[in-house]
């Protein structure tokens, strides 16, 4: 997980960086707040802890329950270079401990059988995401986005396996990472509906390479790629007082997984290669 963090303190200072290095004009202004979102989550790694990346995997018999709700929160900030171009960015991150699940599977092979139940006390989610767009008129505009995501998550599995006579109970540590990365295109809509207030749409396609890894009594490593779409619309209001806006609405996004060649785990062994995230969404912006 630690290099994970620096990739993420790397792109921040990046991004930092890219923003002060762009000449500024007069139309130049940085705003700068929290984001909040609270979010439900049906993740891809659930095949993993349903034991479908194993031999023994048996949809009709596994079982899966996840505490699937949590607030996420982080900073976000954008700069508008000119009337027309803008960089945007955020990293947003869940509250610690905030999801957890558990998973139950049988154990089949030739000459013995058992029980696995796979527990993750801990699931952590990361967002980076990085915006330039470009203002078609004042209501439409168009972007391209740099995205990552980080799913870390640890926990233990208390396995049972019968090998002819003998009973081996086995309880090993398990902790698993599947970061992402790439890059996406979508279209804006910022549209007027009373003085200070607006309806905000965006809409984008991104695609995310990545890796999963599984450290747990049987190691696996499976590269990926990634692509969906997502979507957000909120209220924004803009408060003269505190040189504020405050926006209020929802968000979506939904991802397919694809096995890249040499992965360990065989994506025909899964009962669905989709990962869902959906939720409310909060955020004040201050301009300066």
């Known amino acids: 997980m630690r290099s994970s963090a620096w990739f993420f303190v790397r792109a921040a200072l990046i991004g930092v960086i890219l923003i002060y290095a762009v000449p500024q004009s007069r139309a130049a202004s940085f705003s700068v707040g929290p984001v909040v979102w609270y979010s439900w989550w049906r993740p891809f790694f659930e095949n993993y802890l349903r034991g479908h990346d194993l031999d023994a995997g048996n949809s009709v018999r596994s079982s899966f329950a996840m505490k699937d709700s949590a607030f996420h929160y982080g900073p976000y900030a954008s700069y508008s270079i000119s009337d027309r171009w803008s960089v945007a960015g955020g990293f947003i991150f869940s509250i610690q401990r905030g999801y957890?699940?558990?998973?139950?599977?049988?154990?089949?092979?030739?000459?013995?059988?058992?029980?696995?139940?796979?527990?993750?006390?801990?699931?952590?989610?990361?967002?980076?995401?990085?915006?330039?767009?470009?203002?078609?008129?004042?209501?439409?505009?168009?972007?391209?986005?740099?995205?990552?995501?980080v799913h870390n998550y640890s926990g233990a599995e208390n396995i049972l396996i019968r090998?002819?006579?003998?009973?081996?109970?086995?309880?090993?540590?398990?902790?698993?990472?599947?970061?992402?990365?790439?890059?996406?295109?979508?279209?804006?809509?910022?549209?007027?509906?009373?003085?200070?207030?607006?309806?905000?749409?965006?809409?984008?396609?991104?695609?995310?390479?990545?890796?999963?890894?599984?450290?747990?009594?049987?190691?696996?490593?499976?590269?990926?790629?990634?692509?969906?779409?997502?979507?957000?619309?909120?209220?924004?209001?803009?408060?003269?007082?505190?040189?504020?806006?405050?926006?209020?609405?929802?968000?979506?996004?939904?991802?397919?997984?694809?096995?890249?060649?040499g992965a360990d785990a065989d994506m025909g062994k899964f009962d669905s290669p989709f990962d869902h995230f959906y939720g409310i969404t909060v955020s004040a912006l201050f301009l300066f």
């Open 163 to 261: 090998y002819g006579a003998v009973l081996l109970p086995l309880q090993p540590a398990v902790a698993a990472i599947c970061w992402s990365a790439g890059a996406g295109f979508g279209a804006g809509m910022n549209l007027p509906l009373a003085d200070n207030l607006s309806l905000v749409c965006n809409l984008s396609a991104v695609c995310l390479p990545g890796k999963n890894e599984n450290n747990g009594i049987v190691r696996t490593r499976d590269p990926f790629v990634s692509y969906g779409g997502e979507g957000d619309i909120s209220l924004a209001y803009y408060f003269q007082r505190i040189n504020g806006t405050i926006s209020i609405g929802g968000r979506y996004q939904i991802l397919r997984y694809s096995f890249l060649p």
């Open 100 to 149: 957890h699940a558990s998973g139950q599977y049988p154990l089949v092979g030739p000459g013995y059988f058992g029980y696995a139940g796979h527990r993750a006390r801990q699931v952590d989610r990361y967002d980076l995401d990085a915006t330039a767009s470009y203002a078609l008129n004042k209501i439409f505009s168009v972007c391209i986005r740099a995205k990552s995501q």
